[in-house]
């Protein structure tokens, strides 16, 4: 029972370690995220990217590409 107390001590540690260097590294570079958004984009690079990603047709993007254009 004690060596599985030790064991299960060094895991707990170990998980705990991760996730602190886990948090470290998310924390340094916040624009790497999944689905992160960056407050910088302009409008047509946005719609750029919603066209690349499928989320809207040629047709949508081209009349949204004029509004915002003009």
Do not use: C, K
């Not at 991760?18 to 407050?39: D, E, H, K, S, W």
């Not at 984009?41 to 590409?65: K, T, V």
């Amino acid at each position: 029972m004690m060596g599985f107390g030790m064991i299960g001590g060094m895991l707990v540690f170990w998980i705990v370690l991760i996730g602190l260097a886990v948090l470290l590294v998310r924390g340094l570079f916040p624009t790497y995220r999944a689905g992160g958004t960056n407050q910088s984009l302009s409008a047509r690079q946005i719609l750029e990217q919603r066209y690349a990603r499928g989320e809207i047709s040629q047709e949508q993007y081209l009349l949204m590409l004029e509004d915002i254009q003009h």
